[in-house]
């Protein structure tokens, strides 16, 4: 149980195009979810967090024009990186928390975005 | 704010026992996670942490001091696969986010 998956799993995208990553919850629901960020050799950075019928609360620095986040089901949040630049390039990973378990996060596989 | 410190590498002998420490300064504690995540993918859950004291399960155990702000990761009977990164991570604060150490990337030798 507890599983979260991505797509696309891999993507590249040219200069000034837009990008949707999609981040769903499989066997539960998730009344939040949260999307990170980790260039190499890096840890991971929260951007937002993603609250099921609401408005997102992004993270100081993160630009909430530029990263997109809808979650309009309790099964699926997506992050649209909107005229992505090749410092966007990075591994986007989501986690869901299950409405039943407010402590536990469940990591989804990440998506690798290229921006060339 | 939440400030959390990990060595950035560790080295061990395969068989071997390792410990990888965190300390961590937060407004706020709801528990403190370790996951492991190998290059490339998403970091996979390890332990939790709520409540002062060791937890053990198999190879792997965790230990809280909250009033120390520290916590610790042991590794018994160390195999090549345990060669990954090591993340401390505290949640705290409202909507119980999960802030990240820098992390601890692991080499297991021969």
């Known amino acids: 149980g507890a599983v979260v998956s991505q797509h696309p799993s891999r993507v590249i995208c040219k200069s000034g195009t837009s990008v949707k990553i999609e981040c769903r919850s499989l066997?539960?629901?998730?009344?939040?979810m949260f999307w990170y960020r980790q260039f190499p050799k890096q840890s991971l950075m929260l951007m937002a967090t993603?609250?099921?019928?609401?408005?997102?609360?992004?993270e100081q620095g993160v630009e909430k024009d530029k990263f997109l986040i809808n979650h309009a089901s309790l099964t699926l949040s997506t992050l649209t990186v909107t005229s992505a630049h090749p410092e966007d390039s990075s591994f986007y990973i989501c986690?869901?928390?299950?409405?039943?378990?407010?402590?536990?996060?469940?990591f989804g596989p990440g998506t690798r975005l290229t921006v060339t | 704010g939440q400030n959390i410190d990990q060595p950035t590498e560790m080295t061990a002998t395969e068989g071997a026992i390792v410990q990888i420490n965190c300390t961590y300064q937060?407004?706020?504690?709801?528990?403190l996670f370790w996951y492991q995540q190998h290059a490339g993918e998403a970091p996979t859950f390890l332990s939790y942490?709520?409540?002062?004291g060791l937890e053990e399960k198999g190879r792997f155990s965790s230990f809280l001091s909250r009033s120390k702000g520290y916590s610790y990761l042991l590794l018994k009977e160390l195999q090549m696969k345990d060669s990954a990164s090591y993340l401390c991570?505290?949640?705290?604060?409202?909507?119980?986010?999960?802030?990240f150490g820098t992390g601890t990337r692991l080499q297991v030798t021969l």
């Open positions: 066997d539960f629901q998730a009344t939040t």
């Open positions: 937060t407004s706020g504690f709801n528990g």
């Open positions: 942490n709520v409540l002062d």
């Open positions: 991570a505290v949640m705290g604060g409202t909507a119980s986010k999960l802030t």
């Open positions: 993603s609250n099921e019928g609401s408005k997102a609360t992004y």
């Open positions: 986690s869901a928390r299950d409405r039943t378990s407010p402590y536990e996060q469940y």
